[in-house]
């Protein structure tokens, strides 16, 4: 709403969005019907590559995907 106050000239064509509120999984088809946009769900997992047994559940990882984008991140700085 503010970006269309401020930017008469410029339009949105789509929204990237993130966060624990997307655990609901209607979440992003709320924003986007609210919008009258196409919504793209930031996946801070989609990358990258998880090696070992180690034991955890990977079955949960896309679900809770969405919450751990500055986890990632921050992880990944030391990597680059």
Do not use: C, M, W
């Amino acid at each position: 709403v503010y970006f269309r106050a401020s930017r008469k000239t410029q339009s949105i064509s789509s929204v990237v969005i993130a966060g624990g509120g997307l655990l609901n999984e209607s979440a992003a088809g709320l924003i986007g019907q609210s919008l009258g946009l196409p919504v793209t769900v930031v996946d801070p997992l989609r990358k990258i590559q998880i090696f070992g047994s180690g034991g955890g559940n990977r079955e949960i990882l896309p679900k809770i995907g969405t919450i751990l984008h500055v986890a990632v991140g921050l992880a990944l700085r030391e990597v680059a």
